[in-house]
């Protein structure tokens, strides 16, 4: 990693884990000023999560501080439930409640890390703010541009996750982590004398650690969750289902129908507060609008370009093209069909290492 032009002063969110840890000790060994920081955005009106990889648990504020210690570096945790609260876990309940499977993932990096958490590090003087992401961040001088490219360890890689920054946010966020491997990252903690060099991956959803999702929407919104109709795709009632949010697309079981064939989940719909079942087939779509694009590889978007893209975080890359339209929507269209897109869920669109942008898919078409 390059060291610091001056003493510039970096904020570091800290969740407790190895890749945040060891983002704090890279940037301190190269001549940053580093603090480092926890949020506090645990809901009041749950039980705090158990178990050592829980990013808003006791144990994993007591090793981020730890490791401030280690690094002798300031420590702080800012309380951001409030911000949390409102920004994630309001999206989160309203999208599964309109029939959609929002990431909150994402948008936590959108409207709480890279936004409230930047802002605040620069109102106290702060020139940067670093997370543990593995993906890379880019400058071409000559176009006085920044860019997102994926993470060298391709495993690991979450510039899907990051679609949404702004050239202002880019140009206050370092990643240290994008040229290095899970592996390298582990050997460099034990190189640094970190506790946490082996400490495992944290879950994917902070906020839920009893049950699984939909306990937490029965907690939250019980009264808003009506059973309704199981439609085949000719509209057909075929069944009951114990209420919209708990179904998402492509899923097989846990529908009690005896259809004497597999059944999917092709669509959910909102208002008939109706599940949609069919053929593996009819999970095939070609293409997809999305809405709140952003795009961080040009200031204007073109009518048409061609991409790759990712409907979902561990699906491949697809070769398709992209339509920006008015209003920050965008139509993609896939040269093959892909399988179960998910109404909620983020598309990323690529050009080879880079990442062009992205938005949040709200409908799909079989065929146009």
Not at 232 to 237: F, K, L, P, S
């Amino acid at each position: 990693m390059a060291k610091a032009a001056h003493k510039a002063k970096v904020m570091v969110a800290m969740s407790g884990g190895v890749d945040s840890s060891t983002a704090a000790a890279l940037l301190k060994e190269a001549g940053y000023e580093v603090i480092g920081v926890t949020l506090n955005q645990w809901p009041e009106d749950l039980p705090p999560p158990q178990g050592e990889t829980g990013c808003c648990s006791l144990s994993a504020v007591e090793d981020a501080r730890r490791v401030a210690g280690i690094l002798d570096i300031p420590y702080y945790v800012l309380n951001f439930r409030d911000v949390f609260e409102r920004k994630v876990i309001d999206y989160f309940v309203a999208s599964y409640l309109k029939g959609e499977t929002p990431n909150p993932c994402i948008v936590c990096n959108r409207k709480v890390r890279f936004d409230v958490l930047l802002k605040k590090a620069r109102a106290l003087g702060m020139d940067y703010l670093a997370t543990g992401h593995y993906a890379r961040r880019l400058y071409d001088a000559e176009g006085d541009r920044y860019f997102l490219a994926k993470g060298r360890d391709r495993e690991k890689d979450q510039s899907y996750f990051l679609y949404s920054f702004t050239q202002e946010q880019l140009a206050h966020t370092l990643l240290p982590l994008g040229d290095y491997t899970k592996r390298e990252v582990r050997e460099l903690a034990q190189k640094y004398g970190l506790p946490v060099a082996q400490k495992a991956e944290s879950q994917d959803i902070c906020f839920i650690t009893e049950g699984d999702y939909r306990h937490f929407l029965r907690t939250r919104a019980a009264r808003d969750i009506k059973p309704g109709p199981i439609l085949d795709t000719e509209g057909r009632i075929i069944g009951r289902h114990e209420g919209l949010p708990y179904y998402t697309i492509g899923q097989r079981r846990g529908l009690g129908l005896a259809m004497g064939k597999p059944c999917f989940v092709v669509a959910l719909d909102p208002e008939r507060n109706a599940v949609v079942v069919g053929d593996k087939e009819d999970l095939e779509q070609r293409v997809l609008y999305a809405r709140d694009n952003n795009y961080i590889l040009w200031e204007k978007p073109p009518t048409r370009v061609r991409i790759t893209a990712k409907i979902r975080y561990r699906a491949p890359e697809a070769a398709a093209t992209l339509y920006p339209m008015e209003g920050g929507r965008a139509r993609v269209e896939f040269d093959e069909p892909q399988r179960a897109i998910t109404p909620g869920q983020a598309v990323v669109y690529y050009q080879g290492e880079l990442v062009v942008g992205g938005g949040t898919i709200e409908a799909v078409s079989a065929r146009e």
